[in-house]
């Protein structure tokens, strides 16, 4: 068997941060022995996962087609881990939460209260994007999702709030409430396209008829964050996922509905003590909004 566990999170590890040195740190080795470790993995498979260069270092076209694999794979091994060392010590299993942008105002409030009374059940969170969550949900790699409502008939799903896109302007480059305005003046900023995102296509469907110039990034959303507030363009994004946080940013919304409503998720095939609890609890909190 050519997987190594300890390699594949070292792969992960040097993805995301691009530099030998940082990645050895953050992983607790030296910067020849995870050198060695990604060495030992290309040789084994006879690709190659990096290339090179004096700023660091980049996936390769092979390591871009395996990345997401790798990551999915890590996750579950990290999953499987929590759950044996959960049961050896109780009968509460760990729970495993994706979440999206959109979930920001209400999943903080779902959990707290939660482990106030169940403090003893462990939540790890997952920010990846629905189909995904749908994925990890039917493989069983994630037990709970917040995300749009899922496409398989498999999994069960309870509404639990709503988002809508909104044009993000930085305050000091807004003068009205025209979304088009910005559009044609500044460049708009959208995030690289993840294999597996919708948002890119909702939000090129928005942009259909619009005059606009894109500026693709890959980066995350917090970056894009940055360059609004540096005046250097404008994004369109999930209202809830910069609604409060930033005071500097104005909210332009669409004269068009572009909403759509957030599901919890579950896979009823897949259902554990911590599971059924959890569940439990959002549909009583959900129910006190209600009445």
């Given amino acids: 068997m050519k997987v190594n566990p300890k390699y ?7 993805a995301r941060v691009k530099n030998f040195r940082v990645a050895s740190q953050i992983l607790c080795i030296s910067q020849p022995a995870l050198s060695k470790q990604i060495k030992n993995f290309e040789d084994a498979y006879g690709i190659e996962v990096f290339v090179r260069d004096s700023h660091g270092v980049t996936l390769s076209d092979a390591g871009k087609l395996i990345i997401d694999e790798i990551t999915a794979l890590n996750r579950h091994i990290k999953k499987t881990d929590a759950l044996i060392s959960s049961i050896s010590q109780s009968n509460l299993t760990p729970l495993s939460i994706g979440f999206g942008k959109s979930s920001n105002d209400f999943l903080p409030l779902f959990i707290r209260d939660f482990q106030k009374t169940h403090q003893h059940i462990s939540i790890a969170l997952a920010d990846i994007c629905s189909q995904e969550q749908e994925e990890q949900l039917l493989s069983g790699s994630l037990d709970i999702g917040f995300m749009r409502k899922p496409a398989s008939t498999t999994l069960q799903s309870l509404q639990v709030s709503q988002d809508e896109f909104v044009l993000a302007v930085s305050k000091d480059q807004f003068s009205q409430m025209d979304v088009d305005f910005y559009l044609k003046k500044f460049n708009l900023f959208m995030m690289g396209e993840h294999s597996k995102s919708m948002m890119n296509t909702k939000i090129m ?5 619009r ?23 404008v994004a369109i994004l999930p209202k809830k996922s910069i609604l409060g946080l930033y005071d500097k940013i104005a909210l332009i919304p669409f004269p068009e509905e572009t909403s759509w409503d957030i599901h919890m998720a579950w896979n009823p095939d897949r259902i554990s003590q911590s599971v059924a609890l959890f569940i439990d609890h959002v549909k009583s909190e959900i129910s006190k909004t209600i009445s």
Avoid at 8 to 14: K, N
């Fill in 211 to 233: 005059p606009h110039h894109i500026t693709n990034i890959s980066t995350d959303m917090q970056t894009m964050i940055t360059l609004i507030l540096s005046n250097t363009g």
């Fill in 205 to 209: 469907a928005l942009l259909e008829n």
């Fill in 8 to 14: 594949l999170h070292s792969i992960e590890t040097l």
